[in-house]
Each structure stands twice: as C-alpha cells, then as structure tokens.
C-alpha cells in the first residue's frame, strides 16, 4: 500500500464534504506531501502500514528542532489526525497512530487591534479622495471595520446581494457558510456614490478589477496597509486586524458575545471569547492607573 494512496480522495472529503477554504486545503496536501517525504528520506517508508506513533512524534521533533512555531506545528497534527480518522473510515488503515500523540502548548496570542482614536482619524480626518479608487479605498476599510467581515468575503462581495433597502448584506463564509451582516447608512451612503463613481459599473462582484474579474487580495492587502500606516504604528496592518478591530470595539461597547459570534460567522463561541482578553487587559491596565493600592 503506497503512501500517498487516498491523498487525492482525501483532499476531494475536505474540500466537498468539510468545505475547507481553498487556503486551507493547500495547507493540508503541503502537510501531507511533506510527512509523507520525512518518511521516505528519513526511514525509507514505502507504504502507510509502517507508520507508528514513535514515527510520527519522530518527526514532530524534527519540526520542532528547525524552529516551526508549535501553532503551525499544531496544524499539521490537525491535518495528520484529520488523515488518519478518512483513512479508518474507508478501510485503508486499522490502527490510527494519532491517538497516542499531544499537541505542544502554544501561548495564547491576543488579538491585535486598532484603538478607537485611530479608527476615528482615519473615517473622518484621512484624505482618501474623491476619485473612484479613493472612494474604492475608503469602502474596502468602511466594509471591513463595520462588519467584520473576512478577505475572501470581501472580495467576493457581489452587488447581489447587498440589500440597500433592509441595510443588511449576505456574504458567504468558511465552509460556504451564509450569514447576514447588517450596515449603517453611512455605508450605504458610501457604496452609492463607489457605484456613482465608477467608470464601468459592477457586473457582478461590487470591487472588481480588471475585465469584470473579481478584485486581487493583494491590492486590498494594500489598500488597507496603506491607509492604517497613516494612523498607527503596530506591527499587523491587515485586513484581519481590522476584524479584531471590528470585534474588540464591539465588545468593549456592550456587545452581546454571542451575536458577535454570529456576526463573525464563528462555528462555536471559544473562537470568540479571545476578545474577551482584550477587554480584560483593558480592565486591568485602567485598574493599575486608578487605583491607589494598585
């Protein structure tokens, strides 16, 4: 039995049947590819009924030893233990080696986020422009940090399905997952004059980029590591960080946990509750600051 036997239908189970991101499957058949190459060069292993345990933490070690950070680390046990549960399930393999392996601790790393002053400096003080990139650009942040929404939600935003009638927009999440986002009149107000603006109106995407081609993710990468350059100093200026930054200032503002996961489109609570530290932290430094006996 070779190794990379069910490779092809194991990618084909994540992408139809778990509906992983296209990111995410990438990351999965490199963990695999990459296992199953440690297990040639390193043991001489030609079929997937040699593996044991003792192998697979073989090469956790050598992972580990090369300076893999333990979340990446982490994620290729996921993917192994992912393997191995397809593979019982469709007979190739019996025993699963992955039952006798532990995930390294990893530090919990909050999330980085831009503070309100810095936010408000940049909607109302930052010149973007009146120009249709400027208005483009200003959108593409406006969208961002008032929905929460993700990269690939963004850009693949179509004026479709943007009810500018209720204020609400529907985008399609991890796991083609949908959700409604409700917005404010401001952003209907920007995404009216975008279209106004534009020298060829959306076909189908609301950011489009060249022959009605949806927009590249490196120009929004851009576009907001540009603009949050302007206002802040920290290290992370991403579009992700302008979701943390959505979801820290709702929470500190009295926003029910539970409908900021909904308005993420987080699968359960625990990868909401992050923020959480965030306000925390917050807490704690206005404590030192005020209190006497601090």
């Known amino acids: 039995m070779k190794l990379l036997v069910g490779k092809e239908s194991f990618i084909q189970y994540l992408q139809f049947e778990k509906r992983l991101s296209k990111h995410t499957l990438v990351a999965y058949s490199n963990d695999v590819v990459q296992f199953f190459k440690y297990l040639e060069t390193t043991y001489e292993i030609k079929t997937i009924d040699e593996i044991n345990h003792t192998i697979v933490r073989s090469w956790i070690v050598s992972l580990m030893e090369k300076d893999i950070t333990p979340r990446s680390v ?23 080696p992955m039952l006798k392996i532990l995930s390294p601790k990893t530090s919990k790393r909050l999330p980085v986020f831009v503070e309100k002053d810095k936010m408000d400096m940049l909607l109302d003080v930052v010149d973007f ?43 399609l999440g991890k796991r ?4 409604i986002i409700p917005f404010n009149r401001e952003i209907k107000n920007t995404i009216e004059i975008y279209i106004s603006t534009k020298k060829e109106q959306p076909n189908v995407f609301l950011f489009e980029g060249k022959k009605g081609k949806k927009l590249n993710p490196e120009t929004v990468y851009a576009v907001v590591k540009s603009y949050l350059s302007q206002v802040t100093t920290i290290d992370k200026r991403s ?44 807490l704690k430094n206005i404590h030192k600051q005020a209190h006497p006996k601090a």
């Open 74 to 96: 982490n994620r290729k046990i996921t993917t192994l233990k992912t393997l191995y549960k397809y593979l019982i399930r469709q007979g190739i393999v019996t025993d699963n």
């Open 129 to 171: 422009g009146e120009d249709e990139d400027g208005v483009r650009n200003k959108l593409i942040i406006e969208l961002f940090y008032a929905t929460g929404m993700r990269l690939s939600e963004l850009i693949n935003l179509k004026q479709a399905d943007i009810n500018m009638f209720e204020l609400q927009m529907k985008v």
């Open 176 to 179: 083609n997952k949908e959700r």
């Open 239 to 282: 579009p992700h960080v302008l979701r943390h930054t959505f979801a820290t200032h709702m929470l500190n503002n009295g926003a029910d946990l539970n409908a900021i996961k909904e308005l993420l489109g987080h699968v359960n609570l625990q990868a909401t509750q992050i923020y959480t530290h965030n306000t925390v932290e917050k």
